[in-house]
């Protein structure tokens, strides 16, 4: 009964599909009926705990330990945080899996091709960037760190949403941070086929 | 056994005595063993949620705003936040009011007249502001808006720390927001020395 808290950390380049992952994960620990769950991503972010941040490397630093900070507070009073954020630099991501615990830290790597990016470039930024109208551009002028040993690794160029979603509830899962779903009751399709042709055989049918 | 999260909010001048009830009831709750309790005191929001802010109205509040958005994370997953900030502006008070909600936001007003805020000058903040060296400090050369309706309202220059104290322990026991300590077990000095002459009468002591 009792719920453990840990955090979701998402990172990777915008556009690789952080906050959609994030949200089809909350969505399903909802459903399950998992009570304590929140989300900070980008909106929420920006509005609750960054506003006036800007994109230097001290800024980004800055947001992603305030982040780090209250995905601390949340985990260690039994509340799941799902972040997800660019999070382009190593360390502070380190730091933040310091400060929270490895036992209660889960980074999931969404990564993406920057052709792959370019090609969906859902909201035009990366035309922009690619131009030189937007500066400091993660992944086109601006570096992105990519994690050496992530929890989980998820690559949007080469999987479907729906095999990458599998990925992090499957691992979240087999480490016990989430209860996996009872066994699917009933019969498969072939078994309720063999049940069916048992009792025609029978004359039930 | 399960804990009702909610936000004590203490407000008041710089010196007026916030911090140091609020550690006094994050410690009583500590003791009463209330699991979840977190305390957002000035040392710890400037560190990990202002830098960067400075003191304007503006600036001031977002910072109360934001406060209060992590008070709110905390409060709506059965955590106890203890904030205590100067927080000088009664709309953005009553933000947090509303978005928190009135059931899981205690406001306590910490109220202590200038002269005694002069006297005491702890930091000797207070000398250095009406000399004019620091501007933009509340209650000298920046508003105090004193809450109309404060939930708790204790007043360090007429009462004790242990006065104050136990008025906002009783207050969250009368609402049931904390559980009340049982009842001593034991006899009192009166009934001792009564049970002891009865003893001694009978011939057992």
Redesign the interface.
């Given at each position: 009964m009792s719920q453990k808290g840990f955090t979701l950390w998402f990172t990777g380049l915008s556009g690789a599909g952080k906050t959609t992952l994030a949200d089809r994960v909350y969505d399903e620990l909802k459903e399950r009926r998992v009570l304590?769950v929140?989300k900070l991503d980008g909106d929420v972010v920006r509005t609750?705990?960054s506003?006036?941040?800007g994109f230097s490397k001290e800024d980004r630093d800055?947001n992603i330990?305030?982040i780090g900070?209250?995905c601390d507070?949340?985990s260690r009073?039994?509340?799941i945080a799902i972040a997800s954020a660019i999070s382009p630099y190593r360390a502070v991501r380190d730091e933040n899996r310091a400060l929270i615990g490895s036992d209660r830290f889960v980074e999931v790597y969404v990564e993406a091709t920057l052709d792959t990016l370019v090609q969906r470039d859902v909201k035009g930024l990366y035309k922009k960037a690619l131009a030189g109208e937007i500066k400091e551009f993660t992944g086109v002028s601006d570096p992105y760190e990519a994690p050496l040993h992530p929890e989980v690794h998820v690559n949007s160029s080469t999987e479907t949403i729906d095999e990458s979603f599998d990925a992090i509830i499957g691992y979240l899962e087999a480490r016990g941070l989430i209860e996996p779903l009872p066994e699917q009751a009933g019969y498969s399709a072939a078994e309720e086929q063999a049940v069916s042709a048992h009792l025609e055989a029978l004359g039930y049918l």
């Open positions: 304590k929140e609750n705990l506003k006036g941040l800055t330990r305030r900070f209250v507070l949340l009073n039994d509340v």
